[in-house]
């Protein structure tokens, strides 16, 4: 795997927000508490996650234009129903929490770092509301992380950067959590097709990257900042 960073607290503004870098990719996420629900969900009583996620203009090498395209709409939903996966809507209470993955830096890997990130800064926002007593007991119920995985020329790559990327025979993004639980999984054959042998090496070695981005996870929301 490529080096894997999280720096918390990377903005003043929002309640939670978070530098991720995964190698050369890096993406700024940040969460926003807003106190209401969406029309559909007011009658539940229950709690909400949205998320957005857009690749900024400078973050490669030729000029990416400010629009939500297919793409981006494809992940930022992608973002939401992984984090929502690790949240009880009961105990977070009619309030709906905003994640944003803004990248700066593209490099292979974009979602999956937003994904990592996007889970430091929802517990930094969670963090928030109980030091507030906004709420009193936490709604997150695991850690929620994702890694990249694929063949290339044959051989594993576990966290493929853009150069792996472009040249990937399979290529998959796994989510999953603290419990080795998998969220979600998206796997396509680019070049060729994989058989079952290789479904479950490339999902042993995800899970055993996932495992070590948690720890990292960890390891930055125990500092004191």
Partial sequence: MREVTFTRKYTDNAAGSVLVSFGN???ICTAMVDEKLPPYRMESGLGWLSSEYQMLPGSTPDRKK???DGRSTEISRLIGRALRACLDFEKLG????????DVIQADGGTRTAAISGGF???QDAINGLLEKGLITESPITANVA???VGYVKGELVIDLDYEHDSQADVDMNVIGNDKDDLIEVQGTGE????NRKQLDIMLDGAQE???SII????????QKI
């Fill in 25 to 27: 990719t890096k993406v």
């Fill in 66 to 68: 400010r629009k939500q």
């Fill in 94 to 101: 009619a309030r709906t929490i905003w994640i944003d993955c």
């Fill in 120 to 122: 430091v800064a929802l």
């Fill in 146 to 148: 994702a890694v990249s």
């Fill in 191 to 194: 070049e060729t097709t994989f």
């Fill in 209 to 211: 990257a996932i495992r």
């Fill in 215 to 222: 720890i990292k996870q960890n390891e930055a929301l125990a």
